[in-house]
T-cell receptor
């Protein structure tokens, strides 16, 4: 069974440009999460989808970040325009049920390393 | 303010010894706590979950304790091996999302 896949693995862009990250969750997983780790800090929650609906987007830093999950399968996270402080590793995770309600573990992708210069 | 604290410095131990990692939290009341392992360039991988009404959970060489009075979880790896070298993350659950600590880097030397 394929795990959670993220693309690209690395992205280097200049300040002001746009970048789109993609996440393919494990097939059949309704729950999809985006997290971000900034250098030296903890992994922080960004948002949570249940199928195609945004369940919680309280962790999104500002309106330069837009996440979508059309059709309830893969998800994209777009940053436009990118700023220096957006640099970090963006992780996607999925789970079959409602992880926090059923205490399920999350399955993480390997992340996208974003560098904004 | 709410905080999750894990040893920020790396933990260096000799192969065969028991590694003990600490996760302390402030101003949270998690329903459960999870531990993950993260290797360089990879995403976190789930290891163990312990609920608030459980004192201890074991899985092979791993043991987790959860003290809701002390607001602390301890993660033990017995008979440690160089392959156990990684960063270990604790995560609090019950808030409609997992809240992660910054992690502790463990280095097991032959």
């Amino acid at each position: 069974e394929a795990g959670v896949t993220q693309f690209p693995s690395h992205s280097v862009i200049e300040k002001g440009q746009t970048v789109t990250l993609r996440c393919d969750p494990i097939s059949g997983h309704d729950n999809l999460y985006w997290y971000r780790r900034v250098m030296g800090k903890e992994i922080k929650f960004l948002l949570h989808f249940v199928k195609e609906s945004k369940q919680d987007e309280s962790g999104m830093p500002n309106n330069r970040f837009l996440a979508e999950r059309t059709g309830g399968t893969y998800s994209t996270l777009k940053v436009q325009p990118a700023e220096l402080e957006d640099s970090g590793v963006y992780f996607c995770a999925s789970s079959p049920g409602t992880a926090v309600a059923t205490n399920e573990k999350l399955f993480f992708g390997s992340g996208t390393q974003l560098s904004v210069l | 303010s709410q905080k999750i604290e894990q040893n920020s410095e790396a933990l260096n131990i000799q192969e065969g010894k028991t590694a003990t990692l600490t996760c302390n939290y402030t101003n949270y009341s998690p329903a459960y706590l999870q531990w993950y392992r993260q290797d360089p360039g990879r995403g976190p991988v789930f290891l163990l979950l312990i609920r608030e009404n459980e004192k201890e959970k074991r899985k092979e060489r791993l043991k987790v304790t959860f003290d809701t009075t002390l607001k602390q979880s301890l993660f033990h790896i017995t008979a440690s091996q160089p392959a156990d070298s990684a960063t270990y993350l604790c995560a609090l659950g019950g808030y409609n999302k997992l809240i992660f600590g910054a992690g502790t880097r463990l280095a097991v030397h032959p």
